[in-house]
C-alpha cells in the first residue's frame, strides 16, 4: 500500500515538474517567440521601395536620381461610400471609376491605388475623397484629415534627367526600384537602398488595416556610383551617330570613346536610342546595349591584327614588298579579289588600300597556331570583364581551325570570325598604346552613404600583346590610311595627324545561310594623335543605304566625334600645318585667318568659320554640346567649366571677336519640375 502511495505521489511529482517546467519555458524562455508569432497573426508589413544612389558622370553630373513621389493606397472597407470614393479618385489616378469601384468591392483590406505619383497631386486626390467622406458623415464637416480608409505613402522613383542620353548603358528599374539592365543592373547591390516596410495590423478575418499613425521605417540610402562616361563626350557620340544613322538609313549604329592607354570608356552610344524613364514603351531591340551584347564579323578593320600579328612575330618586316595579282587570286580554288587592280605593294601600302590578296600573302608567313595564340591574346573570343552584365565573347575558331589555309586566310581579313565592339577597340587600344592589353571599365568610383570612396576603378594591364617597337610601326601604317588617296581619307582631322582602318563587311544571312547580296556593316576604327595617342573612336554603322563603304559612312562620323572631343578635352594639335596657319593668322588678319572644315588652331577649333568680323553668339540656356556645334565656326580659344546649361560667358554677346581670342562659359544645372508617368496598378 505504502508503495503504491509513494507511485502515484511521484508520477504526480513527475508531471507537476513538466508542467512548471512548461510554464517556465513558456513565460519566460519563450515569450519572444510567442510574441512574434502573435505580430504575425495581427500585424503584417507592407516592403515599400528603397532609396537607391544616384549615377554620376566623371564630372558629377547627374545621369540618374531617385525623386520624392507619394503612393496611393485605400482601403474600402473603411469608406462609407466606395463609389463616391472611386468616382473622386479615376480621373486623379488615370483609372476608370468602374475599374476602381470593382476593385474595391472586391478587396475590402488594403489596395495600392497609385503608385510614385507627383507628391501635390497625390495629396490632393487624397484630399478630395477625405472631404467627400468627411461631408456624409454628421458633425465630421471640417474634420476630413480624421478620415480613415485612403492615405499615402511616400516612396522613390527613378529619374532620369538627360532623358535619351547614354539610355542603354545606364539601363532602368522596375516600379519597385530593382535594376533591370545596365549600370542600374550590374550595380544593384550597391545602388539599392535597404527596402524600407509600411507597419500594419489584422482584423480577426486576416484582412489589412492601416492606422492613421501607422509607423514607416526608413528608407536607407544606396551607395552612389561615379562612372568614367563624361556626359558631354556621350552627347557629341550620340549626337554624330544619329546623324549618320538618319543619313544612309542604317538598322542600327554604336559608337565608343576610350582612352587606349587606360582602358577607361569615356561614351558608349547606340541608336535607335529610348527614353529610360519610360522604357515599356521602347521595344526591346532598342534598349540592348549593342557594344557589349551584339557580336559581328568586322572585316577589314580586323586587317590590322593579321598585320600587327606577322610582325610581332617576325614573321614579315615592314619593308617587305607583295605581288597582289593585279587584282583577282585563285587561293586554295577561291577566288580573292580587290576592289582595284594592285600589283606590287609594300606592307604600309597593303593596309593603306586594304588589299584582300596582299593580307592574305602576309598570313600566309605565319605560322597557324601562333596565329592563333596572338588573336585570343587581343581579347577575342573571351569577355573583356567590363562591369556590365549581358556581354557576349563572340566567336573565335579552334586552334585546329587556324590550320586550314583558306579558313585561316578569310579571317585575316575579318570574315569567319565574330566580335563585339567593345572587344574590337579593346584590342585596337593595345595595338596603338604600345603593346599592352589593357581592361576596359566603366566604373571610377563607388561611394557609400556619408561620401566615403570604398572602391576605386584603376587601370588594369592585364598582359603585353606586343612590342613598342611593332606598336610604333602599328601607327605609322595606320596613319597612311587616312593619307589623301587612303581608304579612310575623310577621316583626317585638319590640325591631328591620325590613323586608323576602314571596314566593310558582308552580313551572314540568319540561320548561316551565306553572306548577304546586299547588307553590309560599314566600320571605322581610328585614334588621335598618331603617335601619341589620346583618344581611340569606333564607328559601326549596321546596314547603310546608298553607301556601305566604311571609308564612306562611318569615316567622317570618327572626324567630327575626334574634332569635339579633342576641343573639349583640350588635346593639342600635333599638326605642323597649323603653326604655319597661325603664322599667317597674325599677319594677314580675320579674313584670311578662316580655317578648314575641321581645323583646330590650338585650343580652339572651327569647321566652318564666318566671313568678315565675328560676333560673339549668345550662348545662355544652351547645352555644352550645342555651345561646341555654335563655337565651332568660330577660331578662337575656348574653357568651358560647370555642367548643365549656359548661364555666363565672357566674351559678352555681341562683342568683337578676333582669331585666337579666349572665350569662356560657365554652365550650371537647370532647375526642372520633375513630373512622373501616369500609371497605376495594384500591388
Known amino acids: ?89 479615376a480621373p486623379k489616378v488615370g483609372r476608370s471609376a468602374l475599374e476602381l469601384k470593382k476593385l474595391f468591392e472586391e478587396e475590402k483590406g488594403f489596395i495600392w491605388v497609385r503608385r510614385q505619383m507627383q507628391s501635390t497631386a497625390a495629396e490632393e486626390a487624397v484630399r478630395e475623397v ?36 547614354a539610355a542603354s548603358l545606364l539601363g532602368f528599374t522596375d516600379r519597385d526600384c530593382v535594376g533591370i539592365e545596365g549600370v542600374e543592373l550590374a550595380m544593384d547591390n ?34 552612389s556610383v561615379v562612372l568614367t562616361i563624361d556626359r558631354n563626350i556621350q552627347h557629341i557620340a550620340e549626337k554624330e551617330l544619329q546623324a549618320v544613322v538618319d543619313k544612309y538609313r542604317a538598322r542600327e549604329g554604336i559608337a565608343l570613346v576610350l582612352s587606349p592607354k587606360t582602358g ?35 572585316g577589314s578593320t580586323f586587317k590590322a591584327f593579321t598585320l600587327a600579328s606577322a610582325l610581332e612575330m617576325g614573321s614579315i618586316r615592314s619593308g617587305d614588298r607583295f605581288f597582289c595579282e593585279n587584282g583577282s587570286y585563285v587561293y586554295e580554288g577561291n577566288t580573292i579579289r580587290d576592289t582595284h587592280k594592285y600589283g606590287w605593294l609594300s606592307v604600309r601600302d597593303i593596309m593603306k588600300y586594304s588589299s584582300n590578296i596582299g593580307v592574305i600573302k602576309i598570313n600566309d608567313q605565319m605560322d597557324g597556331s601562333r596565329f592563333y595564340d596572338m588573336i585570343r591574346s587581343f581579347g577575342f573570343g573571351a569577355r573583356t570583364g567590363v562591369e556590365l552584365k549581358g556581354e557576349v565573347q563572340g566567336i573565335v575558331p579552334s586552334r585546329s581551325g587556324f590550320e586550314n589555309r583558306i579558313r585561316r586566310a578569310t579571317i585575316s581579313f575579318g570574315q569567319g570570325i565574330s566580335v563585339t565592339s567593345l572587344q574590337l577597340a579593346a584590342g585596337m587600344s593595345a595595338v596603338i598604346n604600345g603593346g599592352k592589353m589593357m581592361k576596359p571599365y566603366i566604373v571610377r568610383e563607388i561611394r557609400d552613404p556619408e561620401g566615403n570612396t570604398i572602391y576605386r576603378g584603376k587601370p588594369q594591364e592585364l598582359r603585353r600583346v606586343l612590342s613598342p617597337k611593332t606598336s610604333e610601326q602599328m601607327r605609322e601604317i595606320l596613319g597612311s590610311v587616312v593619307q589623301e588617296d587612303g581608304t579612310g581619307a575623310q577621316a583626317r582631322v585638319n590640325g591631328f595627324l591620325v590613323g586608323g582602318k576602314t571596314g566593310t ?105 564666318p566671313s568678315g568680323p565675328m560676333i560673339m553668339p549668345d550662348l545662355t540656356g544652351l547645352s555644352m554640346g550645342r555651345v561646341i556645334d555654335v563655337m565651332n565656326r568660330y577660331p578662337v580659344q575656348m574653357s568651358m567649366t560647370g555642367s548643365g546649361i549656359a548661364r555666363m560667358q565672357t566674351p559678352a554677346p555681341g562683342a568683337l571677336l578676333s582669331p585666337g581670342a579666349k572665350c569662356s562659359v560657365r554652365f550650371a544645372l537647370e532647375t526642372r519640375t520633375v513630373k512622373p508617368a501616369a500609371d497605376g496598378g495594384k500591388r
Open 264 to 298: 577607361e570608356v569615356l561614351a558608349m552610344a547606340t541608336a535607335p536610342s529610348f527614353n529610360p524613364n519610360t522604357p515599356s514603351k521602347a521595344p526591346a531591340d532598342a534598349r540592348r546595349n549593342r557594344p557589349l551584347t551584339d557580336s559581328y564579323e568586322p
Open 505 to 609: 563587311a558582308q552580313k551572314v544571312e540568319p540561320g548561316g545561310k551565306g553572306y548577304s547580296a546586299d547588307k553590309r556593316i560599314a566600320s571605322f576604327i581610328g585614334f588621335l594623335p598618331l603617335r601619341d595617342p589620346e583618344l581611340l573612336i569606333l564607328i559601326v554603322i549596321d546596314e547603310p543605304r546608298d553607301s556601305v563603304y566604311g571609308g564612306v559612312v562611318a569615316a567622317p562620323a570618327f572626324n567630327q566625334i575626334a574634332v569635339k572631343t579633342a576641343y573639349y578635352l583640350g588635346i593639342q594639335p600635333t599638326e605642323q600645318i597649323i603653326a604655319a596657319k597661325s603664322e599667317r593668322r597674325e599677319k594677314s588678319g580675320p579674313r584670311e585667318a578662316q580655317l578648314s572644315p575641321g581645323a583646330i588652331p590650338v585650343t580652339a577649333i572651327s569647321t566652318s568659320a
Open 130 to 165: 477625405k472631404e467627400a467622406m468627411a461631408a456624409l458623415e454628421p458633425g465630421r464637416h471640417g474634420k476630413a484629415l480624421s478620415v480613415e480608409g485612403i492615405g499615402t505613402v511616400e516612396e522613390p522613383k527613378r529619374f532620369y534627367p538627360n532623358r535619351e542620353l
Open 190 to 223: 550597391y545602388l539599392r537602398g535597404e527596402r524600407s516596410h509600411l507597419f500594419c495590423e489584422r482584423d480577426a478575418r486576416g484582412k489589412l488595416i492601416v492606422p492613421a499613425s501607422a509607423a514607416v521605417g526608413v528608407n536607407s540610402k544606396g551607395h
Open 1 to 89: 500500500m505504502i508503495t503504491r502511495a509513494r507511485l502515484v505521489l511521484g508520477v504526480i511529482l513527475f508531471l507537476y515538474i513538466i508542467v512548471v517546467a512548461r510554464a517556465f519555458h513558456i513565460q519566460v524562455l519563450g515569450v519572444k517567440g510567442i510574441r512574434e508569432r502573435g505580430a504575425r497573426q495581427y500585424g503584417t508589413s507592407i516592403p515599400l521601395m528603397p532609396k537607391r544612389g544616384v549615377i554620376l558622370d566623371r564630372m558629377e553630373s547627374e545621369l540618374a536620381v531617385s525623386v520624392s513621389t507619394k503612393s496611393i493606397y485605400v482601403q474600402p472597407g473603411k469608406l462609407k461610400d466606395t463609389k463616391k470614393a472611386a468616382a473622386i479618385l
